[in-house]
């Protein structure tokens, strides 16, 4: 029903900046906050960034400072600047997306992108 597609990942020297992008697309009434989590190899899937419909933001403590999360409510669409990147930030990162997806649902629906890879090297 509702499809997230992530874009701008790839390799970079520390130190470096990328800009991630995820459209949702799909039967969409309306979309709730949106988020940003990656997952590096061996550790468990965590938050990175979230944004509300009302453009509230909050991130984990390791990127505040280096990381922005933006959305344009109009094209559907998250994106996560990351600027300063550091080694520690490889890793896959995710969009997530919780969604009206009919006018008459009565609860969001979560909905995942596929990934994409970031690799920092030094």
């Known amino acids: 029903q509702v499809q997230l597609v992530e874009s701008g990942g790839g390799l970079v020297q520390a130190g470096g900046s990328l800009r991630l992008s995820c459209k949702a697309s799909?039967?969409?009434?309306?979309?709730?906050?949106m988020a940003w989590y990656r997952q590096a190899p061996g550790n468990e899937r965590e938050l990175v960034a979230t944004?509300?419909?009302?453009?509230?933001?909050d991130y984990t403590d390791s990127v505040k400072g280096r990381f922005t999360i933006s959305r344009d409510n109009a094209k559907n669409t998250v994106y996560l600047q990351m600027n300063n990147l550091k080694p520690e930030d490889t890793a896959v990162y995710y969009c997530n997306a919780n969604v009206f997806v009919r006018i008459t649902d009565r609860a969001l629906r979560q909905f995942w992108g596929q990934g994409t890879q970031v690799t920092v090297f030094t």
């Open positions: 799909g039967t969409i009434f309306s979309i709730n906050a």
């Open positions: 944004i509300t419909n009302r453009r509230i933001t």
